[in-house]
């Protein structure tokens, strides 16, 4: 590209001289203009915009030091020769101010004007060539760092893994890794978040695990409630759990971390319920001074989540100021399992409920938090059972489950209140079998009935039930009503009565929240069926309960 110049002087034969006898085209350089005076020449130059001026330093109008000082203002990349006369020199210091790149002295040599043309030109491509260079470092400078700030999330996230899984390198520079990564705080947590429904898996086992495929769009609602406390979340890819990182950047009073860490857990559920309709449980560690006690954090707080299974009522699970702890052979679990087998043989069925919620408690403690341990239990109660309805009838099958599905029941259980549930369900039907309660009934209504007193608390319906079984809806009625004598609502509002009234039994639950834990969204509704069935309210069969 050539460099454009304009020569502005009020004598033409000079004027005409440089235009016409310079080796512009040898120069890289092109003439795009002239001007005989100041004022006409500052049009020229402000419609041109050369590169280089040439001009006089005394004109009419504007003089050449005028003109300079135009130049180094609107173009300041720009070169400014000044033609003058020995006379002039007292203008040279304010010349050097205003930025003039050399003068040439009168008479005008071409030899040495063409030089210091060619050398305003050579400045000019260095200087060129600096900007661009400049620029293009800026430029990668620019996307570097948008490289960087967009990678940024999955560094930090794949670092905090790391420290949660306890494979990140330690070593000195730890500190410089952590500024890289603008990983800080004062207090950090770790928290962990599973649903309270159970899925199958493809492999058929169960799992409370949230379905990976909304991971990103929970870490972002969890990200929002999160920078509303004031603290930062980070995700963390721990096998297929939702584990976040809590980074806290100032100093607080444990019950401040706490009360903000409850706030967060409460307004995050909520969401996902309201988004998904899942309900979750979180588990929160306690609060530790350093990035590299994260591991230490994760630990507690996966104890603390296989404790859900026990503590069934608590959505969010903080460490225990104080650890209740037992030991083990205060009692004897084998004793106890030994008495209950004997109160099957002798005990009503209300007895039996009553001694199984006490049996359930001693398990829960003697297990110590271990699931295993306390699943292992259950079986045990199930399979006491099954043994003993095999020895008073010798009807392998009568319980219309092998050993093997009720052992894969007990297995599914999501916690103890299913557990006890479940058991209750299983002791009741035994001792009404044995009692003669049960009357024969074809194998079909048998399972859709057994469905019904396993499901009751979901929003069941006639089509689903049939639809389980591979029936119409129309033909599992008129079969139902042909052997109960009762239909299908009658035998769902049988069974959450039933369940309901062992509930109101337990003080730990309030009326409204046994109507929920039965199946029924409203209170109004529950008491309305509870009447009608009972012939009093709920509350009122509970306070005879606790009279009684």
């Not at 402000?46 to 003089?63: A, V, Y």
């Not at 916690?415 to 194998?443: H, P, R, T, W």
């Not at 008129?478 to 109960?484: G, M, P, V």
């Not at 337990?506 to 046994?514: I, L, T």
Request: aromatic share 8%; glycine share 4%.
């Amino acid at each position: 590209m050539k460099r454009t110049v304009v020569v502005i002087d009020d004598k033409p034969l000079i004027r005409q001289s440089i235009v016409q006898t310079i080796d512009w085209n040898g120069l890289n350089c092109v003439v795009v203009g002239q001007a005989e005076d100041g004022i006409e020449g500052k049009r020229v130059i402000l419609e041109h915009q050369p590169d280089i001026l040439i001009t006089d330093i005394k004109m009419p109008g504007l003089s050449g030091l005028d003109l300079a000082a135009y130049m180094n203002e609107t173009f300041p990349l720009s070169k400014t020769i000044l033609i003058t006369g020995y006379q002039d020199f007292e203008y040279a210091q304010r010349a050097v101010r205003l930025g003039v790149y050399d003068f040439i002295v009168k008479p005008v040599r071409n030899d040495e004007l063409q030089r210091v043309i060619g050398l305003a030109v050579e400045e000019l491509s260095n200087k060129q060539m600096e900007i661009t260079q400049l620029e293009q470092m800026t430029a990668t400078c620019t996307m570097l760092e948008a490289r960087h700030q967009s990678s940024l999330p999955s560094l930090r996230s794949k670092y905090i893994s790391e420290l949660i899984g306890g494979s990140a390198s330690l070593e000195p520079d730890l500190n410089a890794a952590f500024t890289n990564l603008n990983l800080s705080c004062s207090r950090c947590a770790v928290v962990i978040i599973r649903s309270k429904q159970t899925f199958a898996t493809v492999q058929g086992v169960d799992s409370n695990r949230i379905n990976p495929g909304i991971h990103a769009n929970l870490t972002e609602m969890a990200q929002t409630a999160a920078a509303k406390r004031e603290f930062d979340l980070i995700e963390s890819h721990h096998r297929d759990e939702l584990v976040f990182a809590c980074l806290f950047p100032k100093v607080l009073t444990p019950r401040e971390l706490r009360i903000k860490l409850q706030n967060f857990c409460h307004d995050f559920i909520e969401l996902v319920r309201m988004r998904y309709g899942l309900l979750c449980c979180i588990a929160v560690s306690s609060s530790y001074k350093q990035l590299t006690d994260l591991s230490q954090a994760f630990a507690e707080a996966s104890a603390l989540m296989e404790s859900s299974f026990f503590r069934t009522e608590e959505p969010v699970l903080f460490p225990e100021a104080g650890s209740n702890s037992y030991e083990v052979g205060k009692f004897s679990i084998i004793r106890d399992l030994e008495q209950f087998n004997q109160m099957l043989e002798h005990a009503t069925s209300e007895e039996m409920i009553a001694h199984l919620e006490q049996f359930l408690e001693q398990i829960q403690v003697y297990c110590e938090g271990n699931i295993l341990v306390a699943k292992g239990l259950l079986s045990d109660v199930c399979l006491v059972a099954a043994r003993y309805y095999f020895r008073a009838t010798g009807d392998e099958f009568g319980l219309n489950k092998s050993i093997d599905e009720i052992l894969e029941d007990v297995y599914r259980l999501p916690n103890m209140k299913e557990a006890s549930d479940y058991l209750a369900s299983f002791v009741k039907n035994i001792k009404s079998k044995l009692e003669g309660n049960d009357k024969q009934y074809s194998l079909v209504v048998k399972k859709s009935i057994d469905y019904i007193n396993s499901h009751f608390s979901e929003n069941l319906s006639l089509t689903i039930v049939a639809d389980h079984f591979g029936l119409s809806p129309s033909y599992l009625s008129r079969l139902l009503r042909t052997e109960t004598g009762i239909n299908f609502v009658d035998l769902v509002y049988k069974a959450r009565i039933e369940a309901a009234k062992r509930l109101l039994k337990d003080p730990r639950y309030k009326v409204n929240e046994v109507g929920e834990m039965v199946g029924y969204k409203e209170y109004a509704y529950f008491y309305q069926v509870f009447k009608k069935v009972e012939g009093i309210s709920p509350k009122e069969y509970k306070n005879r309960s606790k009279e009684n």
